[in-house]
């Protein structure tokens, strides 16, 4: 009995992604055919189709597990700690000097390869 719902939900899950995938072309369609009309209409319009199709995508096993996944996302999120403008400003400069650290010894290891390859080869 099981096999069957699953099988019903799957076709049925099927057909909800059809219909909103046909509502996404029709907006995109529409808005191409309509291309003298008023944008404001047009822009509307469009926004409306794709939430309907948002709507219908998220009824479907996999949309139910994609809005699960963000309302957990958001919930660690909000469990973040985030750091003070100083912090912030502090860490950014440390950073920045550290790679301008790195830049110079690179740019003289470069600069003595450099030499080093003059000298074997005479250029």
Same mark, same amino acid.
């Given at each position: 009995m099981t096999t069957n719902t699953e099988n019903q939900s799957n076709s049925?899950? #099927?057909v909800k992604w059809g219909v909103a995938a046909v509502l996404v072309a029709a907006a995109v369609i529409a808005n191409q055919f309509y291309a003298d009309a008023n944008v404001v209409a047009r822009v509307a319009g469009v #926004? #409306?189709?794709f939430a309907i199709a948002g709507i219908i995508?998220?009824?479907t096993s996999k949309g139910k597990l994609a809005q699960s996944f963000a309302r957990e996302a958001? #919930?660690?999120v909000r469990?973040?700690?985030w750091p003070?403008?100083?912090e912030a400003l502090n860490t950014t400069f440390i950073v920045l000097a550290a790679t301008a650290v790195m830049a110079l010894i690179?740019?003289?290891?470069d600069a003595v390869l450099?030499?080093?390859v003059n000298l074997i080869t005479g250029v």
């Amino acid at each position: 009995m099981t096999t069957n719902t699953e099988n019903q939900s799957n076709s049925l899950d #099927i057909v909800k992604w059809g219909v909103a995938a046909v509502l996404v072309a029709a907006a995109v369609i529409a808005n191409q055919f309509y291309a003298d009309a008023n944008v404001v209409a047009r822009v509307a319009g469009v #926004i #409306i189709a794709f939430a309907i199709a948002g709507i219908i995508a998220l009824q479907t096993s996999k949309g139910k597990l994609a809005q699960s996944f963000a309302r957990e996302a958001h #919930i660690e999120v909000r469990k973040v700690v985030w750091p003070t403008r100083q912090e912030a400003l502090n860490t950014t400069f440390i950073v920045l000097a550290a790679t301008a650290v790195m830049a110079l010894i690179l740019w003289g290891f470069d600069a003595v390869l450099l030499r080093v390859v003059n000298l074997i080869t005479g250029v």
